[in-house]
C-alpha cells in the first residue's frame, strides 16, 4: 500500500496528514503548497487568499522601508508571524553577493534561518542564474542558512545545489508569472527520482490543473504567487489550488493506470446476445 | 568620519538613510534614530555602513556623521516579478 494511504475492513483510508504534510528542513508543514505574498490588489485578499490556500509557509521579499511613507507598509503589519511560517526570499537579486546581503538582512529580522534563495540572471525571462544560484548557496549553507534554492529544471544543477547543502532545490515549472503550467514534467520527474532533499516546484503554475499535474510528477510540493493574485477571484483560485495538490499528490501515490494509444473495453466482451 | 556634512550650529548630522541624505539629531543611539523617524524597530532591520547591527545593539551603537544606513522590513513578495526590485547601495 502507498504511503498516505491504507484499508481498514476493505475500505481505502485516506491519510490526509501523510498526503499534505511537507516536511523540510526539519520542520513539519501543514500543506505541501507553499504561496507567495506579492502583487495582491489590497492586504485584506492576500490574507484571505492565503488562509483559503491552506499554506502554513509564505514567502516575504525583502525592500526598504518607505521614509516618506508613500508605499506600503511592512508586511507584519498585515501577516501574522505566529500564523504562517515566513520564508524570506532574494526576490529580485542578480548575483550571489547580492543575494547573499539580503539573506543576511532577512535572517537578521530574527524570524528563523531559512532562505528561498533567488538569483535572477536574465530581466526578460527572468531564468535563474544558476551558477550564481550554486555559489550564493554554497556561501550561505556554510553560514548557517537552511537553503530552498530556485533554479531551472536541469537535473545537474539540482544535483550540485543538493550537493553544496541546500534543504530543498526548487525547479521551475515554467517562467516567474507566466502561468504556462508544467512545460517538462520528464525533467521534473528525473529530479524527483535522483535528489533525497525535498523537490519543490516554484513559478509557472497558472491553474489549478497545472498544479494537480505538478503533484502527479511526484515532487513534495508547490510554491506559487501570481496564479493566486492574478486570478480573477484570488481566494477562490487560492481554494482551488489547495484541492488540486492534495488531489494531484493522492493520485500520484495512488499510482496511475498506464496510457496507450488503443481502447481497451472496461466491460466483458463475452456473454453478449446473439 | 569627516565632519563636512555638520551643520554650523553642531546640532545635527549627515546620514545617508536608504540611499537619501537626512540631517538627524546628534547623538542618537540606533533605536533613538528609528523612533525619531516613527518606525518600530522590532519590524525593521538596520545595516550601517554595510554591517547588520543586531537588534540588541541598536541602544549603543551611535549614528555618526557620514554613515550609510539600510533600514529594511518585509513586504509582500512571491518571485522576481512579483515584486518591485529597488537596487541598494553598495
Known amino acids: ?23 523540510v528542513g526539519g520542520r513539519e508543514l501543514g500543506s505541501r503548497l507553499i504561496v507567495g505574498t506579492g502583487k495582491y490588489s489590497d492586504n485584506a485578499t492576500m490574507v484571505e487568499a492565503i488562509r483559503a490556500s491552506g499554506a502554513a509557509m509564505v514567502t516575504v521579499a525583502v525592500r526598504r522601508v518607505d521614509l516618506d511613507r508613500t508605499q506600503e507598509e511592512g508586511i507584519l503589519h498585515h501577516l501574522d508571524p505566529h500564523e504562517f511560517f515566513l520564508l524570506a526570499n532574494t526576490a529580485g537579486c542578480y548575483s550571489a553577493e547580492e543575494a547573499i546581503r539580503y539573506a543576511r538582512l532577512a535572517r537578521a529580522a530574527g524570524f528563523n534561518d531559512f532562505l528561498k534563495l533567488e538569483v535572477i540572471g536574465d530581466q526578460e525571462t527572468l531564468l535563474p542564474d544558476v551558477q550564481e544560484t550554486i555559489e550564493a548557496a554554497k556561501v550561505l549553507t556554510e553560514d548557517g542558512f537552511k537553503v530552498m534554492a530556485y533554479t ?21 515549472a515554467s517562467p516567474i508569472g507566466s502561468g504556462l503550467g508544467l512545460v517538462n514534467p520528464y525533467f521534473i520527474r528525473e529530479i524527483k527520482r535522483r535528489l533525497e532533499v525535498p523537490v519543490i516546484v516554484d513559478a ?11 503533484m502527479e ?3 513534495d510540493g ?10 480573477d477571484d484570488p481566494v477562490g483560485m ?11 499528490r493522492l493520485a500520484f501515490l495512488a499510482g496511475r493506470m498506464p496510457s496507450r494509444e488503443i481502447a481497451v473495453p472496461s466491460s466483458p466482451t463475452r456473454g453478449m446476445l446473439d | 568620519m569627516s565632519g563636512a556634512g ?12 536608504n540611499g537619501e541624505d537626512r540631517k538627524v539629531p546628534r547623538g542618537l543611539d540606533v533605536r533613538s534614530l528609528l523612533e525619531w523617524l516613527e518606525l518600530t524597530p522590532e519590524l525593521v532591520v538596520v545595516e550601517r555602513n554595510l554591517e547588520i547591527l543586531e537588534r540588541d545593539q541598536y541602544g549603543s551603537v551611535t549614528v555618526e556623521d557620514g554613515d550609510a544606513l539600510e533600514v529594511v522590513h518585509f513586504v509582500g513578495g512571491g518571485l522576481a ?4 526590485p529597488e537596487e541598494m547601495e553598495s
Open chain 1, 1 to 23: 500500500m502507498t504511503e498516505g494511504v491504507r484499508t481498514e475492513g476493505g475500505e481505502t483510508v485516506v491519510l490526509e496528514d501523510r498526503s499534505e504534510t511537507l516536511a
Open chain 2, 81 to 84: 516579478s512579483s515584486t518591485f
Open chain 2, 6 to 17: 555638520r551643520s554650523k550650529r553642531g546640532d545635527t548630522v549627515g546620514v545617508r538613510i
Open chain 1, 238 to 248: 487560492a481554494t482551488a489550488m489547495r484541492y488540486a495538490v492534495r488531489a494531484g
Open chain 1, 217 to 219: 510528477q511526484g515532487v
Open chain 1, 152 to 172: 531551472n529544471d536541469d537535473l545537474v544543477t539540482a544535483l550540485r545545489l543538493e550537493d553544496v547543502g541546500c534543504i530543498a532545490v526548487m525547479p521551475l
Open chain 1, 222 to 231: 508547490i510554491l506559487m504567487n501570481t496564479a493566486l493574485a492574478a486570478a
Open chain 1, 204 to 214: 509557472g503554475v497558472g491553474t489549478a490543473s497545472d498544479a494537480c499535474l505538478t
